[in-house]
T-cell receptor
Framework: GENVEQHPSTLSVQEGDSAVIKCTYS??????FPWYKQELGKGPQLIID?????GEKKDQRIAVTLNKTAKHFSLHITETQPEDSAVYFC???????????FGRGTSLIVHP | DAGVTQSPTHLIKTRGQQVTLRCSPK?????VSWYQQALGQGPQFIFQ???????QRGNFPDRFSGHQFPNYSSELNVNALLLGDSALYLC????????????FGPGTRLLVL
């Protein structure tokens, strides 16, 4: 089955800095990669996703990049704000599967 | 547009008891998936329901069962509760040709004593 590794487990940045979270996956057939943000006491919220036929996708301050050859993908957050503080999860869906395999999460702390 | 809703928000049970958790999918969605999230971990897939049938199941024992109703809402039942079942239980819904795009509810926090 699919295995997703996520690093770092904790990331502390100053407001206005950029933050990068990296994930690797094992199944080369995976073709859908969502990212979720989970705030304390809430369920995960989909913030951006990318499919395997695209190398990069941006949405305002958030971007995701995908390297299929190396089987890794990354989340980039620019101009971080305190409200970006949360746990971020990457996930990967194998081809033909509707079920994502999640990484262990990254706790992002943005200091004012 | 109502998102995914779950009830109850919190629940305390004792070992050996049974529990039922409920989920209403996002408006227009027809598929419901259930996940267990232990503290400090990512969500682990339990099972998925589509057209009132279990379509796929993760690596969870038969103590975990579910049901989907004609209105697409769903229940998760856990029998013979163990201390290790304490977790946040998440429901996610999706629709049609974009089944892989899942939207999560706020979860039910279950504590087993």
């Amino acid at each position: 089955g699919e295995n997703v590794e996520q690093h770092p487990s904790t990331l502390s940045v100053q407001e206005g800095d950029s933050a990068v979270i990296k994930c690797t996956y094992s199944d080369s057939a995976s073709n859908y990669f969502p990212w979720y943000k989970q705030e304390l006491g809430k369920g995960p919220q989909l913030i951006i996703d990318i499919r395997s036929n695209v190398g990069e996708k941006k949405d305002q301050r958030i971007a995701v990049t995908l390297n299929k050859t190396a089987k890794h993908f990354s989340l980039h957050i620019t101009e971080t704000q305190p409200e970006d503080s949360a746990v971020y999860f990457c996930a990967a869906n194998p081809s033909g599967s509707y079920i994502p395999t999640f990484g262990r999460g990254t706790s992002l702390i943005v200091h004012p | 547009d109502a998102g995914v809703t779950q009830s109850p928000t919190h629940l305390i049970k004792t070992r050996g008891q049974q529990v039922t958790l409920r989920c209403s999918p996002k408006s227009g969605h027809d598929t419901v998936s259930w996940y267990q999230q232990a503290l400090g971990q990512g969500p682990q897939f339990i099972f998925q329901y589509y057209e009132e049938e279990e379509r796929q199941r993760g690596n969870f024992p038969d103590r975990f069962s579910g049901h989907q109703f004609p209105n697409y809402s769903s229940e998760l039942n856990v029998n013979a509760l163990l201390l290790g079942d304490s977790a946040l239980y998440l429901c996610a819904s999706s629709f049609g040709s974009q089944q892989e795009t899942q939207y999560f509810g706020p979860g039910t926090r279950l504590l087993v004593l």
